[in-house]
C-alpha cells in the first residue's frame, strides 16, 4: 500500500501533456483501488479530486459537488471501477467520471446564479437599514452560513452580541431567517432560501 501511494504521489506531482480531466480520473481510480484507510476512502477521493482541480487552476474554489453524482450512480461507480482493475476497461471509467464532472458543473453553475439572484434581492434589506454596510456583512455571512447563531454573527463580524441579535430579528421579521430551535436561549437560525438553492438540482 506505502509503495503503491508512493507512485501515485509521484503521478500527481509529475509534469504531463495528459488533459487534467482524465488524469483526475486516473488519480480518482487508482486512490480507489488502493484503498489506504479502512472507511471514508470515497469522500477522500472525491475531496482529492476537487482540490486538484483547484491546485491545477481549472477551478478558484472547491465548488464542484461530485458527490451527488456518485452518490447518485453509487452502484455503477463501482461496477465501473471494478471493471479497470479487472479488465481495464478505462474508456468506460473515464466516460462516466467526465460526464459527472460535466453535470456537476452545470449544476454548479446553476446554484451560483440562483445564489447570486438572492443576494440581489436581499440588498433591498441592506439599502433600508441605517448602517447598511454592517447589514450587507450579516446577510453576506449567511451565504457561508445559512444556519447560524446571534453569538456566531457576533464572533464573524465582531460586533457586540446584542447588535447581532437585533440585526437577526430585523431579518426574521423581513422573512429572510426563521428562528428552528423554539428556545428562548441559544436559537439558531436558518435561511431556508439559501439552503434550497445549494441543495437545488443536485440530482
Not at 486538484?52 to 474554489?61: K, T, V
Not at 461530485?66 to 481495464?88: N, P, T
Not at 434581492?121 to 447560524?148: C, G, K, T
Request: proline share 3%; charged share 20%; glycine share 4%.
Amino acid at each position: 500500500m506505502h509503495l503503491a501511494l508512493n507512485d501515485l504521489e509521484t503521478f500527481i506531482h509529475t509534469d504531463t501533456d495528459m488533459p487534467p480531466l482524465i488524469r483526475a480520473g486516473i488519480i480518482h481510480y487508482q486512490f480507489e483501488a488502493i484503498h489506504p484507510f479502512l472507511d471514508g476512502n470515497g469522500r477522500v477521493g472525491r475531496l482529492l479530486t476537487v482540490l486538484l482541480l483547484c491546485e491545477w487552476g481549472l477551478m478558484s474554489h472547491p465548488i464542484l459537488n461530485l458527490s451527488a453524482y456518485i452518490e447518485h450512480y453509487r452502484q455503477q461507480y463501482y461496477d465501473l471501477l471494478l471493471a479497470v482493475s479487472q479488465k481495464g476497461a478505462w474508456e468506460a471509467w473515464l466516460a462516466f467520471f467526465l460526464r459527472g464532472v460535466s453535470e456537476q458543473a452545470r449544476a454548479s453553475v446553476f446554484r451560483i446564479e440562483r445564489l447570486q439572484d438572492i443576494r440581489a434581492r436581499y440588498q433591498v434589506i441592506v439599502e433600508q437599514e441605517r448602517n447598511a454596510a454592517r447589514m450587507a456583512s450579516v446577510i453576506d455571512l449567511l451565504f457561508s452560513r445559512p444556519l447560524l447563531s446571534v453569538r456566531q454573527v457576533s464572533a464573524s463580524l465582531n460586533i457586540p452580541f446584542k447588535t447581532a441579535q437585533a440585526y437577526l430579528t430585523k431579518l426574521v421579521q423581513a422573512g429572510v431567517l426563521r428562528e428552528v430551535t423554539g428556545y428562548a436561549r441559544n436559537r439558531i437560525f436558518q435561511c431556508d432560501e439559501i439552503l434550497r438553492a445549494v441543495q437545488e438540482n443536485s440530482l
